[in-house]
């Protein structure tokens, strides 16, 4: 399968602050790459589809521009949460090949 | 819209019990597939099932599909510590197969 990883695997920030999540294909060249949120001791819910060489596809609800992604390479997708909120504080994973999954980013927002 | 529901939320069992988890979706899905997060991880995804009435095992594990394609059940044998994790089951959207849509997990604690 493919290996994915994700850095920062933790960070606290200030609110108002942005931060910069990175997904990485190790071993697979992706065309696709998945964006999920996972809060405390909830299912995983899908913010987006990260599509190289062009723009995201959001899920309902998600905010394009709060939540800003780009796929710049097949092997790099990066996340970033602009001016964060406590209530954005959650568990971001990506995954490529629908079915690998990155080890996490733990966000903290104060 | 298009859900997946799974019971139970939260099961406690001594070692050596069996546990089951099943999962059922208000559709008919083209795959099911099984994933296991433990503690303070990341899914890792377990099994893919395609087929109607299909059953598949992994050791312990054992796998099933409904013949209508809409349920699926993950049964594990003998339980041990370290089969601790919430397991979940996810089937794709209908209209984009490559869009997955998650159940809410069983969370599985295993008293040693």
């Known amino acids: 399968g493919a290996v994915v990883s994700q850095h920062p695997s933790w960070v606290i920030c200030k609110s108002g602050t942005s931060v910069k999540i990175e997904c990485r294909s190790l071993?697979?060249?992706?065309?696709?790459m998945f964006w999920y949120r996972q809060f405390p001791k909830q299912s995983l819910m899908l913010m987006a589809t990260?599509?190289?060489?062009?723009?995201?596809?959001?899920e309902q609800g998600v905010e394009k521009d709060k939540f800003l992604i780009n796929h710049a390479s097949l092997t790099l997708s990066t996340l970033t949460v602009t001016s964060a909120h406590p209530e954005d504080s959650s568990f971001y994973i990506c995954?490529?090949?629908?079915?690998?999954f990155g080890p996490g980013t733990r966000l903290t927002v104060l | 819209g298009q859900q997946v529901m799974q019971i139970p939320q939260y099961q406690h069992v001594q070692e050596g019990e069996d546990f089951t988890t099943y999962c059922n979706s208000s559709?008919?899905?083209?795959?099911i597939q099984w994933y296991k997060q433990r503690p303070g991880g990341h899914p890792v995804f377990l099994i893919q099932?395609?087929?109607s009435g299909e059953v598949k095992k992994q050791k312990r594990l054992t796998f099933q599909f409904g013949e209508a394609k809409k349920n699926s059940s993950l049964h594990i044998t003998a339980t041990q510590t370290t089969d601790v994790g919430t397991y979940f089951c996810?089937?794709?959207?209908?209209?984009?197969?490559?869009?997955?849509?998650w159940g809410l997990g069983t969370s599985l604690a295993v008293n040693p």
């Open positions: 995954s490529v090949a629908e079915q690998f």
């Open positions: 071993d697979f060249q992706a065309t696709t």
């Open positions: 990260s599509n190289e060489g062009s723009k995201a596809t959001y």
């Open positions: 559709t008919t899905l083209s795959n």
């Open positions: 099932l395609v087929k």
């Open positions: 996810a089937g794709p959207y209908a209209g984009n197969n490559r869009k997955l849509i």
